[in-house]
């Protein structure tokens, strides 16, 4: 059973271009969530999402930033017009469908640089 | 909101000692705790969990990690460490009241390191 995958594993944009990070969860998982990693730092929450719907984008800055998770396809994270601030470590990870309390599984992330 | 603290940005260990690394956290209601270990350049590994039930819960490679809800503390331990362990290590908490799947708040990591 394939783990998280993320692509591409590393990723380098000039200031003003887009960033797109994809993720696809492990098999038979229909929660996804995305987390952003500063250097020295944990990692903070951005958005949870499942099949085609935005349940939590509390952590997700307001401009800028969007998810999406398509009913076939893997999930999306796009930024515009990134800025050195972005430069960072983007992780997903995804949980099996229900209630339970379930741990996250988490991909290899993404490491986005700036110039 | 929630919040996860740990005390110590790194521990130093002997190989063949124990360990333990410091995890406090400050929830509403009742929460699910996690610990994680992260090698350098990968993703984060889970290593246990703490939903209910007995305090002590076991996990991955002969860690275990202690509930106390008077101390609002989750501290990750393990009775003799190899030098295969070092590593970051993050706890994280989410409330359960939330329900079902949730994003998880992280502390910002302890490095662990044990000498041969």
């Known amino acids: 059973n394939a783990g998280v995958m993320q692509n591409p594993r590393h990723l380098v944009r000039r200031r003003g271009q887009e960033a797109r990070l994809r993720c696809s969860p492990m098999?038979?998982?229909?929660?996804v969530y995305w987390y952003r990693q500063l250097p020295e730092e944990g990692l903070k929450f951005m958005v949870y999402l499942q099949k085609e719907n935005i349940i939590d984008e509390s952590g997700m800055p307001k401009e800028r930033f969007s998810a999406e998770f398509p009913k076939e396809g893997p999930s999306i994270l796009r930024i515009q017009q990134v800025v050195r601030g972005d430069s960072a470590a983007y992780f997903c990870?995804?949980?099996?469908?229900?209630?339970?309390?379930?741990?996250?599984?988490f991909g290899p992330g993404t490491r986005l640089t700036v110039t | 909101a929630q919040s996860v603290a740990q005390p110590e940005d790194q521990v130093n260990v002997a190989e063949g000692n124990p360990l333990t690394v410091k995890c406090t956290y400050s929830v509403s209601g009742n929460p699910y705790l996690f610990w994680y270990v992260q090698y350098p350049n990968r993703g984060l590994q889970f290593l246990l969990k703490y939903i209910t039930g007995d305090n002590l819960v076991k996990g991955s490679y002969g860690f275990e990690a202690e509930f106390n809800k008077s101390q609002t503390s989750f501290h990750l331990k393990k009775p003799s460490a190899l030098v295969s362990d070092s590593a970051l290590y993050f706890c994280?908490?989410?409330?359960?009241?939330?329900?079902?799947?949730?994003?998880?708040?992280f502390g910002k990591g302890t490095h662990l390191i044990i000498q041969p």
């Open positions: 098999k038979g998982h229909s929660h």
């Open positions: 990870a995804s949980s099996p469908p229900g209630q339970g309390a379930y741990e996250q599984y």
């Open positions: 994280a908490v989410r409330a359960s009241a939330r329900g079902g799947a949730d994003g998880l708040t």
